[in-house]
């Protein structure tokens, strides 16, 4: 691969964690909105997990805005019905817009805004949100992770 190649491929990469981040954030804002609020609405699915008008808010916003900036990408989302299209696309937002949905309606805050981007079936980037406690992970291939923009160690 050229250098030509590669820098454009860094260029294309920082600019989806950049729409990334900000997505999950404003899901993140969004979702405090509901937390707590008797009255959400939540149902069970048919496989018995749990949905919530919060999960649906939230799927709508990151649709929105990570398919708008990246119209060629795919989507598969957890609360949204699959379309297959996703796998012609090269690169494929997979989201669960409430991870945790069983604890965010009953108030625990142990639940996150979860985004990953999937490059030719590679994992390349994600991020997680949870905005009760202000704890904003991030994780890009071959770069690390990071907890509120500093960088993560491991003990080992």
Same mark, same amino acid.
């Not at 050229?2 to 950049?18: C, F, H, I, M």
């Given at each position: 691969?050229?250098?030509?190649?590669? !820098?454009?491929?860094?260029?294309? !990469?920082?600019?989806? %964690?950049?729409? *990334?981040?900000?997505?999950?954030?404003d899901?993140?804002? #969004?979702?405090l909105e509901f937390f707590g609020d008797r009255a959400n609405d939540k149902w069970q699915k048919d496989?018995? !997990?749990?949905?919530s008008d919060a999960d649906m808010a939230l799927d709508k %916003? #990151?649709?929105q805005r990570l398919l708008e900036g990246r119209q060629g990408y795919g989507w598969l989302s957890e609360e949204t019905e699959d379309d297959l299209v996703r796998l012609s696309k090269s690169h494929v937002w997979i989201v669960d817009p409430i991870d945790g949905t069983r604890a965010f309606i009953h108030d625990k805050p142990h639940w996150v805004v979860s985004?990953? #981007?999937v490059v030719d079936g590679v994992?390349? *980037?994600?991020? #997680?949100?949870?905005?009760?406690?202000?704890e904003f992970f991030e994780a890009v291939l071959g770069g690390g992770a990071? %907890?509120?923009?500093?960088? *993560? %160690?491991i003990n080992g």
């Open positions: 691969m050229n250098v030509e190649k590669r !820098s454009e491929q860094a260029a294309d !990469s920082a600019g989806d %964690l950049d729409l *990334m981040r900000n997505a999950v954030k899901a993140g804002q #969004l979702a496989d018995g !997990s749990f949905v %916003l #990151l649709h985004v990953a #981007l994992v390349r *980037m994600g991020c #997680l949100y949870n905005p009760v406690k202000e990071k %907890l509120n923009g500093q960088k *993560m %160690l």
